[in-house]
Protein backbone atom coordinates (compact mmCIF):
# COMPACT_ATOMS: atom_id res chain seq x y z
CA UNK A 1 0.00 0.00 0.00
CA UNK A 2 0.76 3.33 -0.76
CA UNK A 3 2.17 5.93 2.17
CA UNK A 4 -0.67 7.76 4.23
CA UNK A 5 -1.07 11.06 4.99
CA UNK A 6 -3.52 10.20 8.30
CA UNK A 7 -6.39 12.70 9.32
CA UNK A 8 -6.19 14.72 12.26
CA UNK A 9 -7.92 11.82 15.07
CA UNK A 10 -10.46 14.59 15.49
CA UNK A 11 -11.48 15.13 12.28
CA UNK A 12 -9.73 18.35 12.15
CA UNK A 13 -8.58 20.04 8.84
CA UNK A 14 -5.04 21.54 8.59
CA UNK A 15 -4.52 24.98 7.52
CA UNK A 16 -1.34 26.03 5.56
CA UNK A 17 0.82 29.20 4.75
CA UNK A 18 0.22 31.09 1.64
CA UNK A 19 2.28 32.30 -0.72
CA UNK A 20 5.36 32.48 0.25
CA UNK A 21 7.56 33.91 -2.14
CA UNK A 22 4.84 36.62 -2.77
CA UNK A 23 4.84 37.82 0.74
CA UNK A 24 8.41 37.95 0.96
CA UNK A 25 8.73 39.74 -2.20
CA UNK A 26 6.34 42.09 -2.58
CA UNK A 27 5.33 43.09 1.24
CA UNK A 28 8.74 42.45 2.42
CA UNK A 29 10.67 43.72 0.10
CA UNK A 30 13.51 41.06 -0.12
CA UNK A 31 15.35 39.63 -2.88
CA UNK A 32 16.26 35.85 -3.97
CA UNK A 33 17.12 34.71 -7.60
CA UNK A 34 15.32 32.22 -9.56
CA UNK A 35 12.34 32.57 -7.03
CA UNK A 36 14.79 30.08 -5.07
CA UNK A 37 13.86 31.82 -1.83
CA UNK A 38 15.66 28.83 0.48
CA UNK A 39 18.78 31.48 -0.40
CA UNK A 40 17.07 33.21 2.42
CA UNK A 41 17.91 30.77 5.14
CA UNK A 42 21.69 32.37 4.60
CA UNK A 43 20.36 36.07 5.12
CA UNK A 44 20.07 36.70 9.12
CA UNK A 45 17.92 39.84 8.24
CA UNK A 46 16.08 37.28 6.06
CA UNK A 47 15.57 34.88 8.62
CA UNK A 48 14.04 37.50 11.36
CA UNK A 49 11.29 38.59 8.36
CA UNK A 50 10.36 34.92 7.78
CA UNK A 51 10.21 33.93 11.70
CA UNK A 52 8.06 37.05 12.38
CA UNK A 53 5.51 36.39 9.22
CA UNK A 54 5.30 32.11 10.62
CA UNK A 55 4.15 33.50 14.35
CA UNK A 56 1.33 35.58 12.31
CA UNK A 57 0.39 32.75 10.87
CA UNK A 58 0.51 30.09 13.36
CA UNK A 59 -1.48 32.71 15.58
CA UNK A 60 -4.27 32.71 12.95
CA UNK A 61 -4.25 28.89 13.06
CA UNK A 62 -4.05 28.41 17.03
CA UNK A 63 -7.02 31.15 17.04
CA UNK A 64 -9.05 29.06 14.45
CA UNK A 65 -9.17 26.06 16.84
CA UNK A 66 -7.96 23.69 13.47
CA UNK A 67 -4.36 22.21 13.03
CA UNK A 68 -1.14 23.13 11.63
CA UNK A 69 0.71 21.80 8.32
CA UNK A 70 3.65 24.06 7.50
CA UNK A 71 5.80 23.99 4.84
CA UNK A 72 8.55 26.39 4.20
CA UNK A 73 11.22 28.32 1.57
CA UNK A 74 12.32 24.65 -0.18
CA UNK A 75 9.96 25.09 -3.27
CA UNK A 76 12.59 25.26 -5.51
CA UNK A 77 15.50 23.13 -3.74
CA UNK A 78 16.10 20.89 -6.58
CA UNK A 79 19.28 19.90 -9.06
CA UNK A 80 18.20 22.46 -11.92
CA UNK A 81 17.12 25.26 -10.05
CA UNK A 82 20.00 24.57 -7.45
CA UNK A 83 22.51 24.63 -9.70
CA UNK A 84 21.28 28.28 -11.20
CA UNK A 85 22.32 30.07 -7.88
CA UNK A 86 25.31 27.89 -6.78
CA UNK A 87 24.05 24.72 -4.74
CA UNK A 88 25.37 21.56 -5.92
CA UNK A 89 24.11 17.96 -4.32
CA UNK A 90 25.05 18.66 -0.68
CA UNK A 91 24.65 22.19 -0.37
CA UNK A 92 20.93 21.36 -1.55
CA UNK A 93 20.67 18.48 0.76
CA UNK A 94 21.94 20.89 3.53
CA UNK A 95 19.31 23.72 2.97
CA UNK A 96 16.21 21.27 2.97
CA UNK A 97 17.21 19.97 6.45
CA UNK A 98 18.03 23.57 8.04
CA UNK A 99 14.50 24.23 6.57
CA UNK A 100 13.00 21.86 8.17
CA UNK A 101 14.75 22.63 11.32
CA UNK A 102 13.58 26.18 11.46
CA UNK A 103 10.12 25.05 10.36
CA UNK A 104 10.26 23.01 13.64
CA UNK A 105 11.94 25.80 15.43
CA UNK A 106 9.58 28.22 15.00
CA UNK A 107 6.17 25.59 15.35
CA UNK A 108 7.53 24.29 18.79
CA UNK A 109 5.63 27.37 20.99
CA UNK A 110 2.62 26.51 19.80
CA UNK A 111 2.75 23.10 20.24
CA UNK A 112 -0.01 23.73 23.48
CA UNK A 113 -2.00 26.12 21.67
CA UNK A 114 -2.73 24.19 17.85
CA UNK A 115 -4.14 20.51 18.64
CA UNK A 116 -1.67 19.50 16.08
CA UNK A 117 1.01 20.27 14.22
CA UNK A 118 2.44 18.35 10.91
CA UNK A 119 5.79 19.45 8.83
CA UNK A 120 5.62 19.50 4.78
CA UNK A 121 8.27 19.49 2.66
CA UNK A 122 7.51 21.62 -0.57
CA UNK A 123 8.46 20.27 -4.19
CA UNK A 124 7.92 22.55 -7.42
CA UNK A 125 8.02 21.05 -11.11
CA UNK A 126 11.64 20.36 -12.31
CA UNK A 127 10.82 23.49 -15.28
CA UNK A 128 8.14 26.49 -14.71
CA UNK A 129 5.10 25.93 -13.39
CA UNK A 130 3.50 28.43 -16.05
CA UNK A 131 5.14 26.76 -19.13
CA UNK A 132 5.46 23.48 -20.49
CA UNK A 133 9.13 23.53 -21.04
CA UNK A 134 10.37 20.25 -22.76
CA UNK A 135 8.22 17.29 -22.39
CA UNK A 136 9.15 15.42 -19.44
CA UNK A 137 9.06 11.71 -18.85
CA UNK A 138 7.29 9.65 -16.04
CA UNK A 139 11.16 7.99 -15.79
CA UNK A 140 13.32 11.32 -15.80
CA UNK A 141 10.77 12.94 -13.23
CA UNK A 142 10.99 9.99 -10.66
CA UNK A 143 14.90 9.83 -10.98
CA UNK A 144 15.00 14.14 -10.54
CA UNK A 145 12.90 14.43 -7.93
CA UNK A 146 14.16 11.29 -5.96
CA UNK A 147 17.09 12.60 -3.68
CA UNK A 148 14.21 16.24 -2.61
CA UNK A 149 12.96 13.16 -1.75
CA UNK A 150 14.48 10.77 -0.25
CA UNK A 151 15.84 14.21 1.90
CA UNK A 152 12.26 14.59 3.11
CA UNK A 153 12.09 10.99 3.92
CA UNK A 154 15.47 10.65 6.39
CA UNK A 155 14.53 13.87 7.95
CA UNK A 156 10.95 12.54 8.96
CA UNK A 157 8.81 15.20 7.55
CA UNK A 158 4.62 14.15 7.28
CA UNK A 159 4.55 14.90 4.22
CA UNK A 160 5.11 16.26 0.52
CA UNK A 161 3.67 19.04 -1.00
CA UNK A 162 4.16 18.82 -5.20
CA UNK A 163 3.02 22.05 -6.05
CA UNK A 164 2.01 23.56 -8.90
CA UNK A 165 2.54 20.69 -11.12
CA UNK A 166 1.27 20.96 -14.85
CA UNK A 167 1.72 17.73 -16.36
CA UNK A 168 1.07 14.27 -15.82
CA UNK A 169 4.04 12.57 -16.70
CA UNK A 170 5.88 14.43 -13.80
CA UNK A 171 3.04 14.28 -11.16
CA UNK A 172 3.11 9.86 -11.84
CA UNK A 173 7.24 10.49 -11.60
CA UNK A 174 6.90 12.08 -8.85
CA UNK A 175 4.14 9.50 -6.74
CA UNK A 176 6.29 6.78 -7.87
CA UNK A 177 9.45 8.04 -5.96
CA UNK A 178 7.77 9.47 -3.19
CA UNK A 179 5.95 5.71 -2.88
CA UNK A 180 9.68 4.21 -3.04
CA UNK A 181 10.51 6.60 -0.10
CA UNK A 182 7.73 5.51 1.81
CA UNK A 183 6.22 9.20 2.31
CA UNK A 184 3.17 10.31 1.29
CA UNK A 185 2.56 12.90 -1.22
CA UNK A 186 0.05 15.43 -2.37
CA UNK A 187 0.12 16.26 -6.10
CA UNK A 188 -1.26 19.94 -6.12
CA UNK A 189 -2.20 21.11 -10.25
CA UNK A 190 -2.11 24.32 -11.00
CA UNK A 191 -4.56 25.36 -13.84
CA UNK A 192 -4.85 28.19 -16.36
CA UNK A 193 -7.80 30.63 -17.23
CA UNK A 194 -9.47 28.01 -19.27
CA UNK A 195 -9.52 25.70 -16.65
CA UNK A 196 -7.04 23.13 -17.83
CA UNK A 197 -3.66 21.92 -16.62
CA UNK A 198 -0.65 24.28 -18.75
CA UNK A 199 -0.72 20.82 -20.57
CA UNK A 200 -4.20 21.11 -21.93
CA UNK A 201 -5.67 17.76 -19.77
CA UNK A 202 -8.74 19.38 -17.46
CA UNK A 203 -8.08 18.31 -13.82
CA UNK A 204 -10.23 15.59 -14.01
CA UNK A 205 -8.12 13.80 -16.62
CA UNK A 206 -5.27 13.97 -14.54
CA UNK A 207 -6.15 12.84 -11.50
CA UNK A 208 -7.54 9.71 -13.35
CA UNK A 209 -4.48 9.47 -15.59
CA UNK A 210 -2.10 9.74 -12.58
CA UNK A 211 -3.55 7.22 -10.34
CA UNK A 212 -4.05 5.01 -13.56
CA UNK A 213 -0.47 4.91 -14.39
CA UNK A 214 0.53 4.87 -10.89
CA UNK A 215 -1.37 1.48 -9.78
CA UNK A 216 -2.95 1.08 -6.67
CA UNK A 217 0.60 0.50 -4.80
CA UNK A 218 2.01 3.44 -6.23
CA UNK A 219 -0.80 6.20 -6.05
CA UNK A 220 -0.37 9.49 -4.54
CA UNK A 221 -1.76 10.17 -0.95
CA UNK A 222 -4.30 12.52 -2.52
CA UNK A 223 -4.41 15.43 -4.91
CA UNK A 224 -5.23 19.36 -4.68
CA UNK A 225 -4.83 22.31 -6.48
CA UNK A 226 -2.73 25.48 -5.80
CA UNK A 227 -1.89 28.85 -7.71
CA UNK A 228 -4.96 28.92 -9.18
CA UNK A 229 -7.82 31.48 -8.00
CA UNK A 230 -11.45 29.87 -7.51
CA UNK A 231 -12.72 31.53 -10.69
CA UNK A 232 -10.04 28.88 -12.52
CA UNK A 233 -10.24 25.40 -10.99
CA UNK A 234 -14.14 25.82 -9.79
CA UNK A 235 -15.25 24.75 -13.75
CA UNK A 236 -13.10 22.94 -13.74
CA UNK A 237 -14.23 20.11 -10.71
CA UNK A 238 -17.63 19.17 -12.27
CA UNK A 239 -18.73 15.75 -11.06
CA UNK A 240 -17.62 12.23 -10.72
CA UNK A 241 -16.11 9.90 -7.91
CA UNK A 242 -12.43 11.71 -8.86
CA UNK A 243 -13.24 14.20 -6.75
CA UNK A 244 -12.89 11.63 -3.83
CA UNK A 245 -9.32 11.97 -4.27
CA UNK A 246 -8.88 15.90 -3.69
CA UNK A 247 -7.75 16.81 -0.26
CA UNK A 248 -6.33 20.13 -0.58
CA UNK A 249 -7.05 23.56 -1.95
CA UNK A 250 -4.78 26.57 -1.73
CA UNK A 251 -5.76 28.89 -4.00
CA UNK A 252 -4.22 32.34 -5.16
CA UNK A 253 -5.72 35.78 -3.63
CA UNK A 254 -6.81 37.57 -6.65
CA UNK A 255 -8.92 36.72 -9.45
CA UNK A 256 -5.93 37.57 -12.02
CA UNK A 257 -3.82 35.46 -14.75
CA UNK A 258 -0.85 33.89 -13.10
CA UNK A 259 1.56 35.77 -15.54
CA UNK A 260 -0.38 39.12 -15.53
CA UNK A 261 0.52 38.65 -11.70
CA UNK A 262 3.74 37.91 -11.34
CA UNK A 263 4.55 41.18 -14.44
CA UNK A 264 2.55 43.56 -11.67
CA UNK A 265 5.95 43.95 -8.99
CA UNK A 266 3.64 44.40 -6.02
CA UNK A 267 1.42 42.24 -3.82
CA UNK A 268 -2.13 41.89 -5.04
CA UNK A 269 -4.45 40.58 -2.42
CA UNK A 270 -7.71 40.35 -4.08
CA UNK A 271 -10.94 40.08 -1.78
CA UNK A 272 -9.43 38.26 1.67
CA UNK A 273 -13.09 37.55 2.95
CA UNK A 274 -14.72 36.98 -0.14
CA UNK A 275 -12.11 34.48 -0.79
CA UNK A 276 -12.67 32.92 2.78
CA UNK A 277 -16.57 32.69 1.95
CA UNK A 278 -15.72 30.34 -1.38
CA UNK A 279 -12.95 28.10 0.78
CA UNK A 280 -15.94 27.86 2.99
CA UNK A 281 -18.24 26.62 0.46
CA UNK A 282 -15.97 24.08 -1.10
CA UNK A 283 -15.42 23.19 2.64
CA UNK A 284 -18.74 21.75 2.48
CA UNK A 285 -19.02 20.52 -0.95
CA UNK A 286 -16.07 18.69 -0.42
CA UNK A 287 -16.20 17.37 3.37
CA UNK A 288 -12.71 14.97 2.97
CA UNK A 289 -10.57 17.81 1.81
CA UNK A 290 -8.79 18.50 4.54
CA UNK A 291 -5.68 21.19 3.83
CA UNK A 292 -6.47 24.44 3.54
CA UNK A 293 -4.75 27.55 2.78
CA UNK A 294 -3.60 29.70 -0.21
CA UNK A 295 -0.85 30.59 -2.70
CA UNK A 296 0.17 33.59 -4.18
CA UNK A 297 -0.90 36.98 -2.82
CA UNK A 298 -2.17 35.07 0.17
CA UNK A 299 -0.87 34.73 4.22
CA UNK A 300 -2.15 35.19 7.61
CA UNK A 301 -4.62 37.96 6.47
CA UNK A 302 -6.31 35.59 4.26
CA UNK A 303 -5.71 32.86 6.52
CA UNK A 304 -7.48 35.06 8.95
CA UNK A 305 -10.68 34.47 6.66
CA UNK A 306 -10.47 31.07 5.48
CA UNK A 307 -9.70 28.86 8.42
CA UNK A 308 -13.10 29.99 10.68
CA UNK A 309 -14.77 30.05 6.91
CA UNK A 310 -13.76 26.63 6.83
CA UNK A 311 -14.20 25.05 10.97
CA UNK A 312 -17.99 26.90 10.62
CA UNK A 313 -18.36 24.52 7.41
CA UNK A 314 -17.24 21.32 9.50
CA UNK A 315 -19.58 22.44 12.08
CA UNK A 316 -22.44 22.31 9.62
CA UNK A 317 -20.82 18.83 7.70
CA UNK A 318 -19.85 16.95 10.76
Known amino acids: MPPVFAPNAQGLPFFTEGGTETELMYRHGLTFDHFCAFTLLDNPRAMSVIRDMYRRLLDKIAASGGCALISGLDYRASSDWGALVGYDAAALTDIQLRNIAFLREVSAPYAGEIPEIRIAG ?61 I ?28 AACGSDNRPDSY ?20 DRLRSFRPNAAAMDKIALCKLNHLEEGDPQELGQQMGALARRYPQADIWGGCCGSWDRHLGHIAPAVMAARRVTA
Open 122 to 182: ILGPRGDAYELNRTITTEEAEEYHRQQIETYARDGVDLIWAATINNIPEAVGIARAATSAA
Open 184 to 211: PVNISFTLTSDHHLRSGDSLAAAVRATD
Open 224 to 243: GVNCSHPLEFEPALGNGDWQ
